[in-house]
Nanobody, 114 residues
Framework: QVQLVESGGGLVQAGGSLRLSCAAS???????MGWYRQGPGKERELVAV???????NYADSVKGRFTISRDNAKNTVNLQMNSLQLEDTAVYYC?????????WGQGTLVTVSS
């Protein structure tokens, strides 16, 4: 079992920035780490993913604004979110995908106001 704890969510004005962090309870070296989000009335969607080889992939809607990074020594993955838009409002979830299993965090709420 792996626990993932997200932090960094909150209320921000449009155009502002937030940095989300996800801390894993075990080593993430072999894992792909991702951020997903679920907005009001919407399905959960991929935001960004970073593989064990440090390749990244982003949703078209966040390209150029969000940056995913990982620190294997600290077992953390971060999501830097800039130029936030109203439509970025959602609960953001961290996901770990590894040979030993697939795990989700509880989520952190990001609210973007006008």
């Amino acid at each position: 079992q792996v626990q993932l704890v997200e932090s960094g969510g909150g209320l921000v004005q449009a155009g502002g920035s937030l940095r989300l962090s996800c801390a894993a309870s075990r080593n993430i070296l072999l894992a792909s780490m991702g951020w997903y989000r679920q907005g009001p009335g919407k399905e959960r969607e991929l935001v960004a993913v970073i593989t064990r080889y440090l390749s990244t992939n982003y949703a078209d809607s966040v390209k150029g604004r969000f940056t995913i990074s990982r620190d294997n020594a600290k077992n953390t993955v971060n999501l830097q979110m800039n130029s936030l838009q109203l439509e970025d409002t959602a609960v953001y979830y961290c996901k770990l995908d590894a040979p030993y299993g697939r795990f989700w965090g509880q989520g952190t709420l990001v609210t973007v106001s006008s």
